[in-house]
């Protein structure tokens, strides 16, 4: 077999295994772990014992999968989204927004200053170390992905393996601290509407709709005799990132030397907002649907995931497992700060709702912060959901995989480590005064 069909077969085979195998264990269902982490675990299992009989190319291309999927995961963040007045999203979401850009830039804070001063001179790790906090824990194991190649421009190619493993350390940090966060609040009387694990039902255990309660996963905007509505959206998503590959390239033209080892996915982002927009002003929009977009998105997920934990290279991650913990813990340590401290003093009303969304996602991904939502939150009986989701057209640009995310890099590389820890000191202490003297703002209704 050819090595694409060989990666396709394992990698579906890893996702099957993940899936029964967190049907069978309850503390996997207690935790909430992803399908993807758990085959992806299981993969990477196999290719530690077994790695002498797998044929390398076939993990070579495996490893290539997280770079590619990443593009589909960002051009469809807007594709077929009716974007509000954005004056509406300010007045809504700029609280939340505040706190998600606090978390954010303190990530950069907390990981430059503890890489530049500490980590670099004890464990011998480069100073861009310090940006995977902000990569793996509020990126992703995409955003790791996508920036691969911008690690071996640099030099570093050991960059994506510890890239990985600070991602799975996040999201599992997202899952196990959120639920423990959820629980203090409990205690604390801080929330009411908590779902336990014990009192759900035991489909939602296991991860399973009901025959008769399934979701509709989108609606078909084309006729199948003209072309398959799946089909067309991905057709769709092809030409946001042929767009941004376009402005990429533009922007290499420039001779800018930043923009040599720049990554795509934040620029197919923008193609797709770009493409939706024109097809909004053409009145085209409705041939795009959201719903078929976020399939498309989470199936790129899932398999970006289980592919990036399964190739994670052991011996990378052990010979730099000191720094690797250090990092992570003091993330931790701020992402908790960070919900307990300026959380109720950014949001008034559903503070700990709102803010432990954001700690899910500042950790994990943006399903691990809806996650956590839905437990604090089941029945949308708060601003929540709707704050957090207009918050993400503003942060998603920028942070957590957006433009900074892929400048950071490449600015500590050619500027050096101090003036990016400088920006980010100075950000942080703005969005810091921004939730000082604007969260009176705030307005109360949905």
């Not at 001179?121 to 992905?145: D, S, Y």
């Amino acid at each position: 077999m050819t090595s694409a069909i060989t990666v396709f077969i394992s990698l579906c085979g890893l996702l099957v295994a993940g899936k029964f195998v967190r049907l069978r264990i309850p503390l996997l269902q207690r935790l909430y772990l992803p399908s993807s982490v758990i085959g992806g675990a299981i993969g990477l299992a196999i290719i530690s014992v077994f790695g002498d009989r797998i044929n390398p190319e076939t993990v070579d291309a495996m490893r290539r999968v997280p770079g590619f999927l990443i593009n589909v995961v960002f051009a469809t963040l807007f594709l077929g989204v009716k974007i509000p007045k954005m004056d509406r999203v300010v007045s809504l979401a700029f609280p939340q927004l505040v706190l998600g850009q606090i978390m954010a830039w303190g990530q950069y804070v907390v990981g430059l200053g503890l890489a530049g001063f500490v980590l670099s001179r004890l464990c011998g790790v480069p100073p861009c170390f310090g940006n995977l906090l902000e990569i793996g824990f509020e990126g992703g194991h995409g955003t790791v992905g996508g920036m691969t190649e911008s690690f071996l421009s640099a030099g570093w190619s050991d960059g994506a393996a510890l890239g990985f493993t600070v991602a799975t350390a996040g999201m599992i940090v997202g899952i196990v601290v959120g639920m423990v966060l959820v629980n203090w609040a409990q205690g604390k009387g801080i929330v009411k509407e908590v779902v336990p694990f014990d009192k759900r039902r035991f489909g939602e255990r296991l991860g399973v709709h009901a025959r008769r309660s399934r979701p509709v996963a989108g609606f078909q905007t084309v006729m199948s005799d003209s072309i398959d509505s799946l089909a067309w959206h991905l057709a769709i998503v092809g030409v946001s990132i042929a767009m941004g590959a376009g402005i990429l390239e533009l922007l290499r033209l420039t001779g800018w030397k930043v923009f040599g080892g720049f990554p795509l996915f934040p620029l197919c982002m923008i193609g797709g907002i770009v493409l939706q927009t024109a097809a909004r002003a053409m009145h085209k929009d409705l041939l795009v649907d959201h719903g078929q977009m976020e399939r498309i998105s989470g199936a790129a997920l899932d398999f970006l995931v289980v592919s990036a934990v399964a190739t994670i290279s052991i011996k990378v991650v052990a010979a730099n497992w000191i720094p690797l913990v250090a990092l992570i813990l003091a993330g931790t340590a701020w992402s908790v700060f960070a919900v307990l401290w300026f959380g109720p003093r950014c949001l008034k009303e559903a503070w700990f709702e709102r803010a432990i969304a954001d700690f899910g996602q500042a950790t994990g991904v943006t399903a691990t912060g809806l996650m956590l939502l839905r437990t604090v939150d089941p029945d949308a009986k708060t601003c929540a959901a709707s704050s957090f989701g207009y918050k993400q057209l503003l942060h998603e640009p920028l942070m957590g995989g957006g433009l900074w995310t892929a400048f950071a890099f490449t600015l500590v590389i050619d500027w050096g480590w101090v003036k990016v820890f400088a920006v980010s000191c100075v950000m942080l202490v703005f969005w810091i005064g921004c939730a000082h003297f604007l969260a009176c703002r705030e307005p109360v209704e949905a």
